[in-house]
Each structure stands twice: as C-alpha cells, then as structure tokens.
C-alpha cells in the first residue's frame, strides 16, 4: 500500500467515524426530546386519569421486550391476562400474579398465591414497597418504577365534615387540634 493511498483511506475514515458519532448523537437527542414530551403528557394527564406512574421493563424478552412501559393506576393487579390492569404478556407471568397500591412510602406490591416475585438484590420475596426507581422482578421479567407527581388533596375544614354527614371524631383523625379550643390548624404552618 503506497502511502498517499493510506492517507486517503485514513482521512475517509475519519469522516465516517465522525459521521457516525453524530448519527449516535442526533439519535440520542431526538429519542430524549419524544420520551422528555412523553412524560410531561403523562404528567399533565395524571390528575385526571389517575395514572400515578409507569412500569418499564428493564430485562425481558418474548412479547414483554426491553423499553416496554405500563401505565400504573392507584390500585389494581399485575397478570398475564386480559382482565389484568397491567398486563404483562410473558410465559413466567401468571394470570393473576400480583395486586399492587399507590401508598405515600411508594407503590406496595404483594404477590398472589405464591407467585414468584425477586426484589432489586434478586431475593425472592412476597411483597414488597417500591419507591420511585425501585426495581423488582416478575416471573422473568424485571421492571422499574416511575412515579409522576400527584398533587396532595386540600385539608379540609371540620365543619365541612359535619356538614357533609361525617362525625366530628372521624375529622380528628384527619387534622390535630392545637390546644386552644375549637382552633384549627394546619400542619404545614411553622409554629414557635
């Protein structure tokens, strides 16, 4: 190979190298822009589904591939099958393989009638509380939780309970008393 020819090629492939790093690029920032719209969307539309978040599959295969994402109501079942509320369409699935609920530690998840379930170390376990990014196991599919913000509902008056037909001890239970008599409080107020 005489040099000037080496040259040539070194020179092309650097223009293909460079080429591809910024196909790699305009990729990557277009693949961000579609899931960054996404989210917002599923953020905005949250309140008035009640879609608290999302289920993506981190390792799986057959018809729940890697990248799959399950939109997560408040409360409702994991399965195989068609009456599932997230449907997980895999061979190590069951039909009824899990129930789950939105609480404020996070989502709680308990399997039904012994279901193989493994937390984020691998260990198998019965139930469990995930956190927003906290990663479990179905079967063999391994998934990670992606909560949206919900907004908090608004504390309510005790005498807007009584005047919607709940007893005064119920409204105790939602909001402390202060100590002077009748007064109300909210428990966000900073106090001296």
Excluded: C
Excluded at 30 to 50: E, F, K, N, Y
Excluded at 86 to 105: C, G, K, N, P, W
């Amino acid at each position: 190979m005489t040099q000037s020819l080496y040259e040539i090629l070194a020179l092309g492939a650097r223009y293909v190298f460079a080429g591809l790093m910024l196909l790699i690029v305009l990729r990557a920032w277009r693949i961000t822009l579609v899931d960054s719209r996404r989210a917002s969307t599923l953020r905005h539309l949250s309140p008035q589904t009640g879609i608290s978040g999302e289920l993506v599959v981190l390792e799986g295969d057959e018809k729940a591939r890697r990248g799959m994402k399950y939109p997560v109501i408040r409360e409702g079942m994991i399965g195989s099958s068609r009456r599932a509320d997230i449907r997980v369409r895999h061979s190590s699935v069951r039909r009824r393989h899990a129930y789950f609920q939105l609480t404020e530690d996070g989502l709680y998840i308990r399997t039904h009638a012994g279901a193989p379930m493994r937390d984020a170390e691998g260990r198998p376990v019965r139930a469990v509380t995930l956190p927003d990014g906290g990663e479990f196991a179905l079967g063999r599919v391994r998934l990670l939780l992606v909560l949206t913000e919900a907004p908090e509902p608004p504390l309510r008056h005790p005498r807007e309970d009584e005047e919607a037909g709940y007893a005064a001890d119920e409204a105790d239970a939602f909001m402390p008393r202060d100590g002077a008599g009748d007064e109300w409080f909210d428990v966000n107020d900073d106090y001296e």
